[in-house]
């Protein structure tokens, strides 16, 4: 009888990145680029503009030097990996540096926040569910959160489930992320212009 040879193949964790080192080290040099090209950023502005609480006090999580947030809007807080950056970004009333794969806990009060936003940066969460449960716990009721992400990335930093999926399912991935954490009126939009494939999953906090 002839010996079996197959060797079992380890699946890599789903949630583990080619590049494992502190984020702090690759973070640590700031980056003034922007991500997206300029028709999907006024594309994103416009539907920030639509869905933003006028006056609001809002979160941008994973923040950087350019938030691409309409006018109107109350207080912007950045929670950011660089602090140079976020400094330099015009929108931000205030910003804390924060690494969210070391500790996924949100340095705020509950019910801190109309509402939340996570630009082109959802891709590089290791703990995605946790960091989305604390987003519940910061939104006021009734208030949204709006994640938005292209097909670009740092891709030694994003997540292997995200490295190997299409934009379809990275739509389904992040849909999960909030449903998993009982947002309602979960819903994907795709904003793709000349310049960009641009897509957006949001969701509201219930009232409690």
Sequence with gaps: MAENNTQDHKLPDPFGRLDASDDALFYATPRKVTHIEQGAISALQHFYAENLPSGGEILDLMSSWRSHLPEGLGPVTGLGMNSEEMADNPQLDTFTVHNLNKMPLLPFEENAF???????SVQYLE?????????QRVLRPNSPVIVSFSNRCFPTKAVNIWRYS?????????RMYLEKNAFHQVSTRE???RDDPMYIVSGVKPHE
């Design 166 to 174: 299409t934009s379809s399912q990275h739509q389904d991935l992040v």
């Design 127 to 135: 703990h995605p569910v946790h960091v989305f449960s604390e987003v």
């Design 191 to 193: 904003i793709t212009t």
């Design 114 to 120: 109309d509402a939340v936003v996570c630009a082109v």
